[in-house]
């Protein structure tokens, strides 16, 4: 079974600051996909950003980025030019490409404080 | 715009008292899911549903079960509530393409 590990409960940014949060996982599979998913004090969980595990170029998305390294299973996520808004629990997530691809395995999460 | 719709935001209920949290999709998506989510542990899989009368267990079943009888509405029953299932539950839906889009969430407490 795929697990997602986030080993940062809380992680504290000054605004217009960068952020980096971590996620590793574990997986014997070879095509799959990653999010990072935001979830706001309304408690709606936005998707941020989503990468795929062929591609190796590394998604982009305005103010966030990632740094996915296939060989060591690691997809982290930079939020640059923090913004007051971006205070929120992150989320790490995993789905398989194949036919067990129907759920997301998600990590502990990480919550971001934004400091003005 | 998707819409992800939970029943209740907020539920209080008596421990051994059968609760429903329903959860409606407009977006016509195959798959259903049901999450509960704790702090320090994230969102852990409960039962998803592929189609209209299917379902399949996720990580953590037990105490629970669902149903889904219109593609549109996938229900989680909490046959017997017990306080340890005391926790915030998310419902979400997607095709087989598409990522997965989430509900407001329901925190149901049980005493």
């Known amino acids: 079974a795929q697990t997602v590990t986030q080993s940062q409960p809380e992680m504290s940014v000054q605004e217009a600051e960068t952020v980096t949060l971590s996620c590793t996982y574990d997986?014997?599979?070879?095509?799959?996909?990653l999010f990072w998913y935001k979830q706001p004090p309304s408690r709606q969980m936005i998707l941020v950003i989503r990468?795929?595990?062929?591609?190796?170029q590394n998604a982009t998305e305005n103010r966030f980025s990632v740094n996915f390294q296939k060989a060591a299973k690691s997809f982290s996520l930079k939020i640059s030019d923090s913004q007051l808004g971006d205070a929120a629990m992150y989320f790490c997530a995993y789905r398989s490409a194949g036919a067990a691809g129907n759920k997301l395995t998600f990590g502990g999460g990480t919550r971001v404080l934004v400091k003005p | 715009d998707v819409k992800v719709t939970q029943s209740s935001r907020y539920l209080v209920k008596r421990t051994g008292e059968k609760v429903f949290l329903e959860c409606v999709q407009d977006m016509d998506h195959e798959n259903m899911f049901w999450y509960r989510q704790d702090p320090g542990l994230g969102l852990r899989l409960i039962y998803f549903?592929?189609?209209?009368?299917?379902?399949e267990k996720g990580d953590i079943p037990e105490g629970y079960s669902v149903s889904r009888e219109k593609k549109e509405r996938f229900s989680l029953i909490l046959e017997s509530a017990s306080t340890n299932q005391t926790s915030m539950y998310l419902c979400?839906?997607?095709?087989?393409?598409?990522?997965?889009?989430f509900g407001q969430g329901t925190r149901l407490t049980v005493v």
């Open positions: 990468q795929e595990a062929y591609k190796q």
């Open positions: 979400a839906s997607r095709t087989s393409r598409e990522e997965a889009f």
């Open positions: 549903s592929y189609d209209v009368k299917m379902k």
């Open positions: 997986t014997s599979e070879s095509d799959y996909y």
